[in-house]
C-alpha cells in the first residue's frame, strides 16, 4: 500500500486551504480593515509562527466577490528602496508593468504621487513584509513611507516582521501617524503543532497509513 496520498500538502509551499491554528488572527485582520477607516497593524514574531501565510488569507478573503479593496502587497527584502518600492505600488494599483528605466527618482517618485491621489471606488490596504528590511537597510525609510501616508489617509497598512521591536526604529512621526495594532505572535503550542500535524496527515497521507502517534 503506497504512504503518500499527495506529496504537495506535504511540501514547505502548501499553503492550506483553512488554517487550522491562525484562523482567529485572519477573521480579527479581516474585520479591523472592513470596519476601521485607516487600520494599521504590526504582526511580529520568529520566522515560522504564521505571520505572513496569515496575511495572504486576510488578503484573499478581503479580496473575495471582487471586494471594495485594492491590495499592495510588498516584499522589503527584495524591494529595499524607494525605487523599488514605488514600482511595485505603481504596478500594483494600475494592474499593468511600470517601466522606470530612465527616470530620475524626482519622476518616479512624482508618477507615485499622481498614482497615489487619483480618486478611486476601492481603499487601498499595503502590505509590508519583512518590513525591517525597509526600515534597516541604508535606503531612508522616511522617503518611502511618508508619501504613502500623506497620499492615503484612510488606506490600511500591515506590516510583517521577525523583530517585535521594529516600530521603534521608525521616524518618531511615523509611529504616531500609523498608530499599529501591536500583534505579537507566539510560537506554536504543542497541541497547535499537533493540529497542523494532523491537517497534513489527512490531505497528504493515505488513509490507514499512520496513526495518532
Given at each position: 500500500m503506497g504512504i503518500?496520498?499527495?506529496?504537495?500538502?506535504?511540501?514547505?509551499?502548501?499553503?492550506?486551504?483553512?488554517?487550522p491554528v491562525r484562523e482567529k488572527l485572519v477573521k480579527e485582520v479581516v474585520?479591523?480593515?472592513?470596519?476601521?477607516?485607516?487600520?494599521s497593524a504590526l504582526l511580529s514574531g520568529?520566522?515560522?509562527?504564521?505571520?505572513?501565510?496569515?496575511?495572504?488569507?486576510?488578503?484573499?478573503?478581503?479580496?473575495?466577490?471582487g471586494g471594495k479593496f485594492l491590495i499592495v502587497s510588498i516584499n522589503c527584502s527584495?524591494?529595499?528602496?524607494?525605487?523599488?518600492?514605488?514600482?511595485?505600488i505603481i504596478e500594483d494599483v494600475k494592474g499593468k508593468h511600470y517601466d522606470e528605466r530612465g527616470k530620475t527618482k524626482s519622476q518616479v517618485a512624482e508618477d507615485l504621487k499622481k498614482v497615489l491621489l487619483t480618486k478611486r471606488k476601492k481603499i487601498l490596504v499595503f502590505v509590508f513584509d519583512e518590513i525591517d528590511k525597509l526600515v534597516l537597510?541604508?535606503?531612508?525609510?522616511?522617503?518611502?513611507?511618508?508619501?504613502?501616508l500623506n497620499s492615503c489617509?484612510?488606506?490600511?497598512?500591515?506590516?510583517?516582521?521577525?523583530?517585535?521591536?521594529?516600530?521603534?526604529?521608525?521616524?518618531?512621526?511615523?509611529?504616531?501617524?500609523?498608530?499599529?495594532?501591536?500583534?505579537?505572535?507566539?510560537?506554536?503550542?504543542?497541541?497547535?503543532?499537533?493540529l497542523i500535524l494532523e491537517q497534513r496527515a489527512k490531505l497528504g497521507l493515505e488513509e490507514g497509513s499512520y496513526d495518532e502517534a
Open positions: 503518500i496520498k499527495d506529496k504537495f500538502v506535504l511540501s514547505h509551499n502548501y499553503k492550506p486551504q483553512q488554517l474585520s479591523n480593515i472592513k470596519t476601521q477607516n485607516g487600520y520568529l520566522t515560522g509562527t504564521g505571520k505572513t501565510i496569515s496575511v495572504e488569507k486576510a488578503v484573499e478573503e478581503l479580496n473575495k466577490g527584495e524591494c529595499k528602496n524607494y525605487t523599488g518600492v514605488a514600482k511595485k537597510s541604508k535606503a531612508d525609510h522616511q522617503e518611502v513611507l511618508f508619501p504613502i489617509s484612510n488606506s490600511s497598512f500591515i506590516l510583517i516582521s521577525n523583530d517585535t521591536n521594529i516600530l521603534s526604529k521608525l521616524d518618531p512621526r511615523l509611529q504616531s501617524r500609523l498608530a499599529a495594532d501591536i500583534k505579537n505572535i507566539p510560537v506554536y503550542q504543542p497541541e497547535e503543532n499537533y
